[in-house]
T-cell receptor, first 114, second 111 residues
């Protein structure tokens, strides 16, 4: 149990659907992250929120829309996705970024776009 | 930007030692992390280096040379449960919320 939970664990959606991924951290952290992990490719940072403010948007297409209502919850809203968006989406949290600031990851949502 | 290289796959025998190398080129550096990721699971933190030298933690050790842009993760007394992907990640400077990851090294431990 890493203290970071994600729902759903698996999601299949059509290109015209709208869905949301949810992440919750129970570690008292103040920064949260969305990553995309595709097969045989490095984890790609998508968004970073610190104290509920977005501090990083890594040139992500607008069909991905993040929301951070408080320091414990993070959402990723999805609409009109493409098949190449199929991947594992990982959420992470950390206690700031100073000193060590290691990130703790959730188990991910396996997304398939049909 | 960041360019991070690590071998794709390594195989070793139970009880042996394996060293996973990671080289990086960076415009700003503020530490290097190693994570372990078992198939279908979340990456978990293993080690962090920000100063040159060796950090030892049980069977796992991590080394950093900032001047050479080089790190390695050393796994000793390998166990079957060590079969996993090992991810090298460099933290940026000054945007230290940002990590850039290598593609990962898949280690297979054989009996």
């Amino acid at each position: 149990e890493t203290g970071v939970t994600q729902t759903p664990r698996h999601l299949v959606m059509g290109m015209t659907n709208k869905k949301s991924l949810k992440c919750e951290q129970h570690l008292g952290h103040n920064a949260m992250y969305w990553y995309k992990q595709s097969a045989k490719k490095p984890l790609e940072l998508m968004f970073v929120y610190s104290l509920e403010e977005r501090v990083e948007n890594n040139s992500v297409p607008s069909r991905f829309s993040p929301e951070c209502p408080n320091s414990s919850h993070l959402f990723l809203h999805l609409h009109t996705l493409q098949p190449e968006d199929s991947a594992l989406y990982l959420c992470a949290s950390s206690l700031g970024a100073g000193l060590k600031g290691e990130q703790y990851f959730g188990p991910g949502t396996r997304l398939t776009v049909t | 930007g960041q360019n991070i290289d690590q071998p794709t796959e390594m195989t070793a025998t139970e009880g042996a030692i394996v060293q996973i190398n990671c080289t990086y080129q960076t415009s700003g550096f503020n530490g290097l992390f190693w994570y372990q990721q078992h198939a279908g699971e979340a990456p978990t933190f293993l080690s962090y280096n920000v100063l040159d030298g060796l950090e030892e933690k049980g069977r796992f050790s991590s080394f950093l040379s900032r001047s050479k842009g080089y790190s390695y993760l050393l796994l000793k007394e390998l166990q079957m449960k060590d079969s996993a992907s090992y991810l090298c990640a460099v933290r940026h400077y000054p945007n230290d919320y940002k990590l850039s990851f290598g593609a990962g090294t898949t280690v297979t431990v054989r009996a």
